[in-house]
């Protein structure tokens, strides 16, 4: 298996779910199905590995959810671990132990984790000013403020993180700050937190990542390496919370461990809980062996929001601690949008994974299917329902569906379903499908271990379109009358080729595979290239459809129901208008200077996602700016766009690019963006009163 032969076992992780929604087929498509795609392959292989996953079920956002909903943060967890827990065993995400980070074993560890740090002094402490609710009589996390964002000042942005531009920001950064529980600005008080020096780790960052070069995904290099090249800072470990694990020192009481610090660690606590319960070793799965890294190959699979966490974050706690191992690969997926537009929770634009397990029941394997097919490895990818029934119509029903369906009723038809050979065993007589399924198994072996699953379900589609073309060619419902013995050799090799089509669809497809093997009368599991024998009368069982055709009514549900969910949403936010800023007089008012002017060009900020770089004739010059509405414009497509651009406000370097100006949008309750611009030609450079 490549470089992954060099290990003993292996421990694979998957991001933990935050406990305050359900799961969609983002989530899905960034963390779970490829990772679990991942692990079939190695037991397949008959590899030592266990598959660890479970809720996140800390943090402000639970707080916030349960002050919203008028109960507590843990009647919150615990319905939703539980609805999530169920959507994963209902799909078939094969975890070895699906845990939470309420357990009382993870509390001691990550606790256990802090002190070790602390007493290695490895903390930095420090007194700083933090925001204060005063109505509310409490430190606010990051996520219970709000502001206008420094950079493309969206007016929403959180504490932590603008969401519209990407920008890592920190409370004290956010213009004009408001606390989410009052709604009223917030103060500044001292407090005192525990800090992991990111910065003191960054030469050995730099040198363990670089390393990385050519293994990981270039979209997850790439990131870590912009994130290293801005410098890294000093990152609190605790925070001001009511919800959450204790700081295991009697000088911080009432102080929590924030999620930087608490929910990677779950991954070991949850495999120390499935030791406990299995009579194994967890620390052969996470602690170096006799000194040596090369023992245990770690590997986490998330979306890409979670990188930093995952290779900055969690690998520094690691490193700093001593005992562990650090993560062979992290790769995360991009994103994957719907229908159109990004998918939202807050939106309800999503398709919810216990709501399809409902009304698509036993539709698991079509999913898996088309979410596969189009997976965001390295670039965001879009799911339409038009296209998940072309898939499972043209592909699953057509080509796979078709090929096992069309043999098995041919073999129950001419012999009655009895498999008759001269020798004691029936073998796969043809050596250029044997060559080339050979050949098929390398090339999905390479991309299964290159972490490129939507190559490795083509290779595997493969066999099935070699067996439509085997058995076309071949014609044995005609031969059968003029050349007996080859129509049934014809039809013997085609079992072989869908004994093997069912072994390397396991991975993928495990209900679909198991569903083949039964129709062969064989064991429901084979490993992977493993020895396929017929023996000499052996009984196949009885010929069933795969698969099913979608129909349009199916499709035309789901689309409806989903312009249903846009409908409410905006009924919902139609008086949800923002509402009116203080007043102000009119000198004020009058001492922004705001133009009419005309883009002539337009490119993407180099490393980022969200910012685009502008070049504004303003009338009175030409000059570049900066804004962050890449989300919903191609550079191209705004060439030659009239803008209201305001172009008295202080220059400012974003991204290295000096920004001289901000251009005047429009935002709805959805959060799109439009031009404030003159309905008529205006000359550039004319004055908006």
């Not at 203080?582 to 180099?606: H, P, Q």
Request: proline share 4%; charged share 25%; with cysteine.
């Amino acid at each position: 298996m490549s470089q992954l032969n060099n290990f003993k076992r292996y421990t694979v992780t998957s991001a933990l779910p935050y406990a305050n929604g359900p799961l969609h087929i983002g989530h899905l498509a960034g963390a779970y199905l490829p990772a679990d795609i991942f692990v079939r392959y190695l037991r397949l292989k008959k590899k030592d590995v266990v598959y660890i996953c479970g809720s996140d079920e800390h943090g402000a956002a639970i707080t916030i959810k349960a002050k919203k909903e008028g109960t507590t943060p843990q009647a919150i967890i615990d319905k939703y671990h539980n609805q999530i827990k169920k959507s994963f065993e209902d799909f078939g995400i094969g975890f070895d132990i699906y845990h939470r980070t309420s357990s009382a074993i993870h509390h001691d560890l990550s606790q256990e984790f802090f002190l070790n740090l602390y007493e290695k002094g490895e903390f930095i402490e420090k007194l700083s000013e933090q925001y204060y609710d005063e109505d509310y009589d409490q430190f606010l996390a990051d996520r219970y403020i709000i502001g206008t964002c420094p950079n493309c000042h969206n007016e929403n942005a959180y504490g932590d993180q603008c969401e519209r531009c990407g920008t890592s920001l920190n409370p004290t950064d956010l213009i004009n700050p408001v606390s989410t529980l009052s709604g009223k600005p917030p103060v500044l008080r001292p407090t005192k937190h525990w800090y992991l020096p990111l910065d003191k780790y960054q030469p050995w960052l730099e040198q363990w990542i670089d390393e990385k070069e050519g293994e990981w995904k270039v979209n997850v290099f790439g990131q870590c390496k912009s994130w290293l090249k801005s410098g890294l800072q000093p990152r609190s470990m605790t925070r001001d919370l009511d919800w959450g694990i204790d700081v295991p020192l009697a000088e911080a009481k009432g102080k929590k461990l924030y999620v930087w610090m608490d929910a990677p660690i779950g991954y070991i606590s949850a495999t120390k809980q499935w030791a406990i319960d299995n009579g194994k070793d967890w620390q052969q799965y996470w602690k170096k062996q006799d000194n040596a890294a090369d023992d245990t190959c770690l590997i986490h699979f998330i979306g890409k929001d979670n990188i930093v966490f995952h290779c900055i974050i969690f690998p520094s706690i690691l490193h700093a601690h001593g005992d562990y191992v650090l993560p062979q690969n992290v790769p995360a997926n991009e994103f994957l949008n719907l229908e159109g537009e990004k998918l939202s929770t807050s939106r309800n634009h999503a398709v919810w994974l216990h709501e399809y397990l409902e009304e698509l029941p036993g539709k698991q394997d079509e999913l898996r299917y088309v979410l596969t097919s189009i997976l965001p490895e390295t670039s965001d990818s879009e799911f339409t329902w038009k296209d998940y029934q072309a898939r499972v119509n043209n592909e699953l029903v057509a080509i796979l569906g078709n090929f096992v369906n069309r043999v098995m009723i041919l073999m129950h038809k001419f012999y009655e379903g009895k498999v008759e050979t001269s020798g004691s065993n029936l073998e796969l007589r043809d050596t250029a499908i044997n060559n080339e399924i050979s050949a098929i198994y390398d090339s999905l072996e390479v991309n299964l271990e290159a972490y490129r699953f939507r190559q490795a379900l083509q290779n595997a589609m493969d066999i099935a379109r070699l067996g439509n073309k085997y058995l076309t060619e071949k014609e044995p419902w005609k031969t059968i009358k003029t050349n007996p013995e080859d129509a049934k050799q014809a039809l013997h090799n085609c079992l072989f080729i869908i004994g093997h089509l069912a072994a390397c669809i396991q991975p993928f497809l495990p209900g679909t595979a198991k569903k083949i093997f039964g129709m062969l009368n064989l064991p429901d599991t084979m490993a992977f290239g493993g020895g396929l024998t017929f023996a000499n009368g052996h009984q196949l069982n009885a010929a069933a459809l795969l698969f099913e055709k979608v129909e349009d009514e199916t499709i035309d549900f789901q689309l409806q129901k989903l312009l249903n969910k846009k409908e409410t949403v905006e009924t919902e936010h139609h008086h949800e208008i923002a509402p009116a800023k203080e007043n102000i007089n009119y000198e004020t008012f009058a001492t922004m200077d705001i133009r009419t002017g005309t883009i002539l060009t337009a490119e993407k900020v180099a490393k980022t996602k969200k910012l685009l770089k502008l070049t504004i004739d303003t009338g009175i010059d030409q000059r570049t700016v900066v804004s962050g509405i890449a989300e919903y414009f191609e550079p191209e497509a705004i060439v030659g766009q009239l803008v209201s651009i305001l172009v008295n406000l202080e220059p400012r370097e974003i991204k290295g690019i000096l920004s001289q100006g901000m251009i005047l949008m429009a935002e709805n309750a959805e959060g799109k963006l439009t031009f404030v611009a003159p309905v008529e030609g205006f000359a550039n450079g004319s004055v908006v009163r």
